[in-house]
């Protein structure tokens, strides 16, 4: 399907088992009566979300945000557009956000103050993969599975103008564009079919 286009850097059965100790960490810290609302962060965080909630093996509620950094050029100047915003309250309830990957963690900074403006009783974030040396605000990730050094990284929901997404590991990108300067995980909407 993309042969020679990435190189694998997680597998399908590396990122199997982190999902399930991920689980495992967040089952232990909600408690006997924990009920967690997880809120997805669209797109990228579609199959994630879709592993995790499944090996929770707790009572959850699921909603979806689809957010879209911009501000032009290469790298995103920090703005954060609402594509669709979650429809069910958060107030009162223990929330998880689970986003795909946190890079200069803009995007879940916003999304934190977005949703502790509805006053949740709880906040949390599982992030699948994480790029410290990339952040550029402070950011709390309560659960990371991955730290990755500074790559263009795609698969597992993670997209280059929308291709890959569908791949079951995670590999890092060798199209040109990846080594010109881009280092975000993050590319300009695309104008038309990939
Ligand atoms: C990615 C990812 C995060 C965000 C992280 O989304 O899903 O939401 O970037 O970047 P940041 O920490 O620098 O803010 P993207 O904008 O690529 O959209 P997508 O999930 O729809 O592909």
């Given at each position: 399907?993309?042969?020679?286009?990435?190189?694998?850097?997680l597998t399908a059965d590396e990122i199997r088992a982190r999902v399930v100790e991920?689980?495992?960490?967040?089952?232990?810290?909600?408690?006997?009566?924990?009920?967690?609302?997880?809120?997805?962060?669209?797109?990228?965080?579609?199959?994630?979300?879709?592993d995790?909630?499944?090996a929770?093996?707790?009572?959850?509620?699921?909603?979806?945000?689809?957010?879209?950094?911009?501000?032009?050029?290469?790298?995103?100047?920090?703005?954060?557009?609402?594509?669709?915003?979650?429809?069910?309250?958060?107030?009162?309830?223990?929330?998880?956000?689970?986003?795909?990957?946190?890079?200069?963690?803009?995007?879940?900074?916003?999304?934190?103050?977005?949703?502790?403006?509805?006053?949740?009783?709880?906040?949390?974030?599982?992030?699948?993969?994480?790029?410290?040396?990339?952040?550029?605000?402070?950011?709390?990730?309560?659960?990371?599975?991955?730290?990755?050094?500074?790559?263009?990284?795609?698969?597992?929901?993670?997209?280059?103008?929308?291709?890959?997404?569908?791949?079951p590991?995670?590999?890092?990108?060798?199209?040109?564009?990846?080594?010109?300067?881009?280092?975000?995980?993050?590319?300009?909407?695309?104008?038309?079919?990939?």
């Amino acid at each position: 399907m993309v042969n020679g286009e990435t190189t694998v850097l997680l597998t399908a059965d590396e990122i199997r088992a982190r999902v399930v100790e991920l689980a495992s960490e967040i089952r232990h810290d909600a408690g006997a009566d924990g009920e967690l609302h997880l809120l997805s962060v669209l797109k990228g965080g579609f199959i994630f979300l879709a592993d995790l909630v499944r090996a929770l093996e707790l009572p959850v509620t699921v909603d979806f945000i689809a957010l879209e950094s911009y501000g032009g050029g290469m790298e995103s100047a920090g703005a954060v557009r609402v594509r669709h915003d979650f429809e069910m309250s958060v107030y009162g309830r223990d929330v998880l956000v689970v986003e795909d990957i946190v890079d200069t963690g803009r995007t879940l900074a916003w999304l934190h103050r977005h949703v502790g403006a509805g006053h949740p009783r709880s906040l949390r974030t599982v992030a699948l993969l994480d790029k410290p040396s990339r952040r550029a605000v402070r950011v709390n990730v309560e659960y990371v599975g991955f730290t990755i050094a500074d790559q263009f990284v795609v698969g597992y929901g993670l997209d280059h103008r929308e291709r890959f997404r569908n791949m079951p590991h995670i590999g890092e990108l060798n199209l040109p564009v990846a080594g010109s300067g881009k280092t975000a995980n993050r590319d300009e909407p695309a104008s038309g079919p990939a």
